[in-house]
């Protein structure tokens, strides 16, 4: 590819006939399936021989029932592609529209008498229909998101304004990036904020010459999040996008607020937004965070001891040196306190810290250095496989981590940290989070910051299930570890 083409792009959106013509086909499917069911397996009541019918008369129930369908689920927006739609909500439109189908195909068999009429077997049709039609839009979610996070199907994003808004709007498309929104930088009439990158995401310069950098950069939709009192640029930046022929999207300036903090009504048309100022972290959230944290480790704990003892004289083995390392920390609310890890460098390898993070030019707020040579043989294997940080499970039992949460810095770190970065501290940090499973080491520092906020506003029991389940092929395959 020569250095001026366009990335290779891939459309993953199906051509608009294909989920009625599946839903169709999955339709006859589950009457097939509904009549062996109740006519040869005759699993929950038999069928007297006087009653035994071929499938033929329920061709016209079929046909009935896929028309009855289409129309309802083209009546909800069905098939409708809007990006960011959870699957609930689909299951919902299709439980909704076979739940009416079917009522009215009963009510019809009721009122007319056919002489082949099998309610039980409309029945069988329903439960069968919601399962296939929703399971074929589940997989499709995971094929989907499989294919986003390869980088197929993806869409090039530049947004405008690096503002709290605009850093809302990038660190929501980094943790979230099954939804294919990838972005290639940020532009802002500030200069200081334009020419500063945040990790691997660019400053491109002032929103004067956003025609070029939308060509330059190969971009695809523009993200507007400019406070609303600059609507004549607003409109003016639209413009600008139409004319090179990429869509554009603004974000209202009510979306500085937390999603969760806002919910919207609709009167007549008029949509009414309202601030209800909850928070992701309240009270009952920290019981049950903690709650869950104590009881996996109870859970675990027979073989953490086994892997406890075997880390252990591994260490011991190898040569001099405690087998434990304790280091300062920064926690929740910037309180301090000692963390705990298997040592996996030769006892003197914190004098020797400045030195090498000077030599690689690391960043000092968040240091990795590959190769390091402090590192013992030993240290090299369990911290490839993330054992040398089974010792924080000390810190989360006496309730100064979580098992998911940011990493906690060092002081040191914490004194180069700009305002925005102390977001991070208001959580208990974890031993694993949105910054591991979205590349570990890989991910540059101001990118783990907008991981670790967008995880702090929008912390779910959900989520934490999610990310222990990501960490382990993470931890497994040693992706992005070093």
Known sequence: MEPNDPPARRNLYMPSWFYPTADIVLVFLSFVIGYL????????????EINRADFSPYLVYAVFYTVYLFLNYQGDKLYRNVRGRSWFEELTIIINGVARATVVAMAISFFFQPLVSSRLMLAYVAGITIILQSGMRLARRFIRAYLRTKGIGVQRVLVVGAGDVGKAVLRTMLARRELGYV??????DNAERASVSLGRLKGLGGTENLAQTIRNNFVELVIITLPWSEHDRILELVQVCKRAGVESRIVPDVFQLNLRQVHIENL???PLMGVNGEVAFQGRHWVLKRAIDLGLIILVSPVLLVLFGLIALAIRLEGEGPVFY??????????????????????????????????HGEDPRHPKIKNDPRITRVGSFIRRASLDELPNLINVFRGQMSL???????PDEVQLYETWHMQRLQVLPGLT??????????????????????????WSVKMDAQILMMTVPRVLLRHGAY
Do not use: H
Request: hydrophobic share 35%; with cysteine.
């Open 37 to 48: 069911i109740r006519y040869e397996l005759q699993i929950f009541r038999p069928v007297l």
């Open 183 to 188: 972005p290639v930088g940020y532009v802002d």
């Open 268 to 270: 007549d048309g008029i």
């Open 326 to 359: 304790s280091q300062r920390r920064v926690g929740l609310n910037g309180r301090e306190f000692n963390i705990y890890k298997f040592r996996s460098m030769i006892p003197n390898a914190e004098s020797l810290r400045d030195q090498l993070v000077k030599e």
């Open 404 to 410: 998911v949460g940011p990493r906690p810095p060092t």
């Open 433 to 458: 989070g949105l910054w591991q499973v979205s590349g570990r080491n890989e991910v540059p520092f101001d990118e783990m910051c907008l991981l670790d906020i967008y995880y702090i506003e929008n």
